[in-house]
């Protein structure tokens, strides 16, 4: 199933999120993105061709023919898989209209119908983005991350062990260690090389920077009644990050082999890390050190 619409230039904003150029056309679409607190400092000048147009047509959602991932979390039912011509994806409140989105295979057009709430149309365009630039050596990983010394480290670790803490003590301790995005930035590979990009998804705090810096390290955290880091080798690393790669689409064959294309350059580029530690000055230190040398965190 494709869509070619035509709008009018007013009726059209682009947004440049990691070097890709994402269309949104029609002014229901407009005004709900508009809306999303951190997008505004990715809109550019509507020039140059798209990855993908993002519409809002008056067309039925096409019904899911296979369903990969479903969960709940506060009362919102969500539901990614396939139809017939692509991958489609829903949010489903309790107590309200579900919102809609389906995409061609390609990802080149994705399609929003139903509810614009804020909180639905905000994940709904990072589950766009995602199938978009998948093909693309690109990936948003869930992290909270940091640029020092004009590099990015990721850290990395399920909800409640401490990203955000840890990156605080980075800024509060380490002279020049600056927040660039904690919750999703996005990971692209150019030249070989991973690097990291600020987005608009950034989790309850709001830090939203159009920079990038090429990947140093990524560390994966747990708490302990002490601070050690070890480094990982090759396999233990990509367990470490393969759960904080988008879950859903680690259920179809095509997604995820690209997820792991770009799993593969990271690995072979950078190192990673699991640091055990407290929430405290110290470990933000050694990790610090680590990374960037015995004459950082001074």
Known sequence: MFFNFQYSTRMIQDYLIAGHRIRIEGERLMQGIAALQGFAPFKVTAEGEPVCR???????APAFETVFYQNEIDHIVSRFGRYAGGYCFEMAPADAQPLHLWMEEEGHVACFTGNFDARLLRFACWIAYGVATNPLQTVAIHTSTIQYRGRAVLF?????????????LWRE???GAVLLNDDSPIIRIIDGKPWAFGSPWSGKTPCYKTESYPLAACVRLSQAPYNKITRLSVAQGYGALHPSCPPCFAYDDGLYDHISEVLSH???SVPVYHLACLPDADAARLSCRTVFGDDAAV
Not at 54 to 60: D, I
Not at 156 to 168: I, M, N, P, V
């Open 54 to 60: 993002c519409t809002s047509p008056t067309a039925v």
């Open 156 to 168: 990395l670790g399920e909800s409640g062990t401490g990203k955000s803490t840890h990156t605080r």
């Open 173 to 175: 301790h380490i002279d």
């Open 266 to 268: 990271l690995l072979s």
